[in-house]
């Protein structure tokens, strides 16, 4: 019944998914943001984009969409960052998040892909793909897969290094929700 009351106006699961983001992901991004950011996936992924290409350009989506306010806490965060690290340490951090996040979500994107392939092969409108894709990644982004994303991020710094990154990351990214199970490269929570 829920996927059926959500394919007559695909509000109810961007209402999840903007929950999902701000309950387990950030606060950084306006809920306008978020279902652009919904919006764009889900229609390229229906279009037939290679999932890497949009990966690639969703950073320049999210970075053209940011405000005034949320460039400030970005560079506050890498203010932080330069300051105890260098630029190196900006680097590191932002190529251990692409890879990170391309790991472990670009399979994911060809999985949901290959469904709306199949739904237009069962004559779905496109709505109703669109809408079949953002149920199966909003099954995907549960609590728990917030939380190993987030312990394969903490895994590749060491404690140092996280000790700088965290906690000023919180402003973009909760890490506060996960942190005390997640370990760093040396072992250490």
Not at 12 to 19: F, P, S
Not at 111 to 128: V, W, Y
Not at 166 to 183: G, R
């Amino acid at each position: 019944i829920f996927l059926i009351l959500c394919q007559i106006n695909n509000l109810t699961l961007k209402e999840e998914a903007y929950n999902r983001v701000i309950n387990n992901f950030s606060k950084l991004f306006t809920r306008d943001q978020i279902n652009q950011i919904v919006d764009y996936v889900m229609e390229e992924l229906y279009i037939g984009t290679d999932p890497s290409t949009i990966g690639n350009n969703l950073v320049s989506k999210i970075t053209s969409m940011l405000t005034a306010l949320q460039y400030g806490t970005v560079t506050i965060f890498g203010t932080v960052i330069t300051t105890k690290l260098g630029l190196q340490g900006v680097n590191n951090f932002v190529n251990v998040l692409k890879n990170v996040s391309s790991n472990n979500l670009t399979p994911f994107m060809y999985q949901i892909q290959n469904r709306m392939i199949e739904t237009k092969g069962e004559n779905d409108t496109k709505q109703e793909s669109l809408n079949d894709g953002l149920y199966y990644t909003l099954t995907f982004f549960s609590k728990k897969r917030f939380l190993t994303f987030s312990c394969r991020i903490k895994k590749h710094f060491t404690n140092y290094q996280w000790k700088v990154y965290y906690p000023a990351i919180n402003d973009i990214v909760m890490f506060n929700l996960y942190n005390n199970e997640c370990m760093t490269s040396e072992g250490v929570v």
